[in-house]
C-alpha cells in the first residue's frame, strides 16, 4: 500500500524524502565506526590518518596541564573528527558561530573537529586538540562549576600556544583604540563578529598569562579551587589575589597599556614591512635565476647551429627575381 501510494506522489517530494533519508544515514556516520582506543583518549572518524598527531598532543598537553592545574589528569574524552558541516552540526547539537572549527562538550566528555582534510580551519590540528582538551581537563578540574569565559579560553590558548603576530597586532590595535571588550563581556563571544572575536580571545589570553605570571600556580589554583566551590567570581577572586572582579580588570587593563601600545604596532608593522622585502627580493632572486637558466639554455643550443650568415644591407636588399642567385 505504501509503495502504491508513493507511485502518486510529485517527483518533488520523493526528492525531499530521498534527501532526508541520505541525510539521517550519513548524521551519524562516525557512530557506526568502532573508536581506535588510545591511551588517553577514544578516537573516532572514517580514516587513522589523525591518529598520530593527537597521540603527541593530548599527551603534551596533559603534561603542561598537570603542571598548571596540579592535578593527575586521568582524563578520557572522545574525538570525533568529521567530514561534512551537517555531521558537525548534528554532533554537537548546538548553535556554533561560521568560524568555529572545533568543540569541547563537557558534559558528554567529548571533542569534535572539523576535518583537516576537508575544511580551511585556519589553525593547525595540533592547536585545536589541545585548545579543546584544555576545555575538558579544565570543567573536569572545577567538578563542572562554570569558569568565567575568559577564564576557560585563555587556559586553553596558553597551553596550546596559541599566540603570534597576527594576535599582538590584534591586541595592541584594540588597546590603542580602545576597543578592548570587557571581561563579564566576554561571555557572549559566540556571538561576536569574527574581528571582535579574535579580540575577546587576544585578551582571555593575556589574563590569564598575567594570572599565571603575577601571582603563580599557587594563586591560579587557589582561584581554581574557589571555583569549583560554588564560589561568586568576586570572591574567588578576592581570596586568590586580593581584588574583586572590578579592581582585577582595572589591574589587568593598565597591565595591557604598558605591554601594547603605538610602538608594539610601529614594530609589529616593522616586521610585516620587513617581511615584505624578504618576500619581493626573494622573488626577483628567483626571476632572475630564472631568466639565467633560460639564456644559458639558448646559448648551449646556439653551439650546435651555424651561426656564418650575414644579415646583408638593409639599405640594399638582394634582388630576388635574380634566377643566378641560389639564395633569391
Known amino acids: 500500500m505504501l509503495l502504491s501510494g508513493m507511485r502518486h506522489m510529485p517527483s518533488m517530494k520523493l526528492l525531499v524524502i530521498f534527501f532526508a533519508i541520505c541525510m539521517a544515514t550519513t548524521t551519524f556516520a562516525n557512530d557506526k565506526i568502532n573508536p581506535i582506543i588510545r591511551p588517553h583518549y577514544d578516537y573516532y572518524a572514517s580514516t587513522d590518518q589523525f591518529v598520530g598527531l593527537i597521540d603527541s598532543a593530548v599527551v603534551r598537553t596533559q603534561n603542561e596541564l598537570i603542571e598548571i592545574l596540579g592535578d593527575s589528569l586521568h582524563y578520557r574524552p572522545k574525538i570525533y573528527i568529521e567530514n561534512n558541516l551537517t555531521n558537525f552540526r548534528s554532533r554537537i547539537g548546538s548553535a556554533v558561530p561560521d568560524w568555529g572549527a572545533a568543540v569541547a562538550l563537557p558534559y558528554k566528555q ?3 573537529i572539523k576535518s583537516p582534510a576537508f575544511f580551511r580551519l585556519g589553525k593547525s590540528l595540533d592547536e585545536l586538540i589541545r585548545h579543546e582538551y584544555t576545555h575538558l581537563a579544565l570543567e573536569d578540574r572545577l567538578n563542572h562549576a562554570k569558569p568565567p569565559r575568559w577564564l576557560d579560553e585563555g587556559l586553553a590558548m596558553y597551553t596550546a600556544f596559541e599566540w603570534g603576530w597576527a594576535s599582538n597586532i590584534t591586541l595592541s590595535q584594540a588597546v590603542v583604540f580602545g576597543a ?6 566576554i561571555e557572549k563571544m559566540n556571538r561576536f563578529p569574527e574581528g571582535q ?33 560554588r564560589q561568586s567570581i568576586d570572591d574567588a577572586l578576592m581570596a586568590a589575589v586580593g581584588s574583586d572582579y572590578d ?16 610602538f608594539t604596532i610601529f614594530i609589529d608593522m616593522s616586521y610585516l614591512w620587513l617581511f615584505l622585502a624578504v618576500v619581493v627580493i626573494v622573488g626577483f632572486f628567483l626571476r632572475y635565476r630564472k631568466k639565467k637558466k633560460k639564456y644559458e639554455e639558448w646559448d648551449e643550443d646556439e653551439k650546435y647551429h651555424s651561426t656564418d650568415f650575414d644579415y646583408g644591407d638593409p639599405d640594399n636588399p638582394e634582388q630576388v627575381d635574380d634566377e643566378d642567385k641560389p639564395w633569391a
Not at 180 to 185: A, C, G, I, K, W
Not at 247 to 262: G, P, V
Open 247 to 262: 579592581d582585577f580588570e582595572k589591574e589587568y587593563i593598565s597591565y595591557l597599556k604598558t605591554r601594547f601600545n603605538l
Open 110 to 112: 567529548m571533542i569534535v
Open 180 to 185: 578592548t571588550v570587557p571581561l563579564r563581556e
Open 197 to 229: 572575536a579574535r579580540t575577546a580571545y587576544a585578551q582571555s589570553y593575556m589574563a590569564v598569562k598575567y594570572l599565571l605570571e603575577q601571582y603563580g600556580d599557587e594563586s591560579f589554583n587557589m582561584l581554581l579551587d574557589n571555583i569549583k566551590n
